[in-house]
């Protein structure tokens, strides 16, 4: 099974800053990896998938990059809206499809 | 709009079985695979497993294999998680999203408590 680690676990900014994500891999993902936002109370919503590519409606403030092991999401100006936890998610070749554990962006 | 709106919350004693549903609307429903995915309280996600809403196979992550069941009604396009031999960490929130996880149903509320 592929385990994903997601660092920080909590971010600490304020609305305007950027806020820089990280996800590793414990083995080579290729690019089949996607990143989703959850708000208390809510289902996930997919943010990027393929590494690098915005889902129908995302704003382009959400950038994501990398391949293989390591990758980042980036939010280049926090909106209030922003502030929720992350969660990164692959999909290479055989199940199972595994989540990292998060990481939350918090208003400081 | 592609919409999943799943059943209601449940509350089951712990060796008893729940059975969930998904039902789709506004997409071609036999085109997309179905996952499920739960979380239990404060915690991260965990993806169960999917069903090809087609051909109905099925494919679990091992840690659910012989207690979850996924199934389908292509008829009312509709999909199924059953989880039997229910234990107190099965306690979670438990959602439907159609491949590839682009759209999610509003997750259903499973407790088990004796």
């Known amino acids: 099974e592929i385990v994903l680690t997601q660092s920080p676990a909590t971010l600490s900014l304020s609305p305007g800053e950027r806020a820089t994500l990280s996800c590793r891999a414990s083995?080579?993902?290729?690019?089949?990896l996607a990143w989703y936002q959850q708000k208390p109370g809510q289902a996930p919503r997919l943010l990027i998938y393929?590494?690098?590519n915005r889902a129908t409606g995302i704003p382009p403030r959400f950038s994501g990059s990398g391949s293989g092991t390591d990758f980042t999401l980036t939010i280049s100006s926090l909106e209030p809206e922003d502030f929720a936890v992350y969660y990164c998610?692959?999909?290479?070749?055989?199940?199972?499809?595994?989540f990292g554990q998060g990481t939350k962006v918090e208003i400081k | 709009q592609v919409q999943l709106v799943q059943s209601g919350a449940e509350v089951r004693k712990p060796g008893a079985s729940v059975k969930v549903s998904c039902k789709a609307s506004g997409y071609t429903f036999t085109g997309y695979y179905m996952h499920w995915v739960r979380q239990a309280p404060g915690q991260g996600l965990e993806w169960m497993g999917w069903?090809?809403?087609?051909?109905?196979?099925?494919n679990y992550a091992q840690k659910f294999q012989g207690r979850v069941t996924m199934t389908r009604d292509t008829s009312i396009s509709t999909a199924y998680m059953e989880l039997s031999r229910l234990r107190s960490d099965d306690t979670a929130v438990y959602y439907c999203?159609?491949?590839?996880?682009?759209?999610w149903g509003q997750g259903t509320l499973v407790t088990v408590s004796s």
């Open positions: 083995q080579s993902v290729s690019s089949y």
């Open positions: 393929d590494a690098s």
């Open positions: 998610q692959q999909r290479s070749n055989l199940p199972p499809w595994t």
């Open positions: 999203a159609r491949n590839p996880l682009d759209y």
């Open positions: 069903i090809n809403t087609n051909r109905g196979d099925t």
